[in-house]
T-cell receptor, first 114, second 118 residues
Framework: DSGVTQTPKHLITATGQRVTLRCSPRSGDLSVYWYQQSLDQGLQFLIHYYNGEERAKGNILERFSAQQFPDLHSELNLSSLELGDSALYFC?????????????FGPGTRLTVL | GESVGLHLPTLSVQEGDNSIINCAYSNSASDYFIWYKQESGKGPQFIIDIRSNMDKRQGQRVTVLLNKTVKHLSLQIAATQPGDSAVYFCAETPLPNAGGTSYGKLTFGQGTILTVHP
């Protein structure tokens, strides 16, 4: 158990809908990272937040947004969902000290868009 | 239409053998190279990292080798155990940019499936 929690574990929804994925980092960690893992694209970095501020962005679609709240939990919002958004979404955290290589991953949220 | 999935390389070994998992990278401007392990149904787990100015680093039962000349990274696992069965990913982080915002931006390779037979 990494200490990172993600809810929900599974999510099934329809095209065009909007969902929110939630992540609680390990106690004391200031950095939260979001990744998408799909069969055709592999594991892809989406976005990094540090202590409430956005620090780095990957190939995150404009339909996707994230935020980190004062209590350090984070939410990833996915809107106007398409079939191709079906994937595993992972959140990871670490203290935020350089070099940031060791990230502690949660169990993931499996999103299915029908 | 038909979706095209990643066809991951596979490595099958006997328990007790040494395993070598390889990774080719293309970005010469990387700061660190990292290995992660992902067991079925779980998130990736950090194994070991190596900075780009090193060529070898050892951990517990694992050794990472970096050959910058041919842009090749390998992970050696000694005395492989059934619990080592997983997908192994190499990843890299970019050199720090002026704003320091590149830290933590892991770029993952496609992965290698390791199966250890008892």
């Amino acid at each position: 158990d990494s200490g990172v929690t993600q809810t929900p574990k599974h999510l099934i929804t329809a095209t065009g809908q909007r969902v929110t994925l939630r992540c609680s980092p390990r106690s004391g960690d200031l950095s939260v990272y979001w990744y998408q893992q799909s069969l055709d694209q592999g594991l892809q970095f989406l976005i990094h937040y540090y202590n409430g501020e956005e620090r780095a962005k990957g190939n995150i679609l404009e339909r996707f947004s994230a935020q980190q709240f004062p209590d350090l939990h984070s939410e990833l919002n996915l809107s106007s969902l398409e079939l191709g958004d079906s994937a595993l979404y992972f959140c990871a955290s670490n203290p935020g000290a350089r070099p940031y290589n060791e990230q502690f991953f949660g169990p993931g949220t499996r999103l299915t868009v029908l | 239409g038909e979706s095209v999935g990643l066809h991951l390389p596979t490595l099958s070994v006997q328990e007790g053998d040494n395993s070598i998992i390889n990774c080719a990278y293309s970005n010469s401007a990387s700061d660190y190279f990292i290995w992660y392990k992902q067991e079925s149904g779980k998130g990736p787990q950090f194994i070991i990292d190596i900075r780009s100015n090193m060529d070898k680093r050892q951990g517990q039962r694992v050794t990472v080798l970096l050959n910058k000349t041919v842009k090749h990274l390998s992970l050696q696992i000694a005395a492989t155990q059934p619990g080592d069965s997983a997908v192994y990913f190499c990843a890299e982080t970019p050199l720090p940019n002026a704003g320091g915002t590149s830290y933590g931006k892991l770029t993952f390779g496609q992965g290698t499936i390791l199966t250890v037979h008892p």
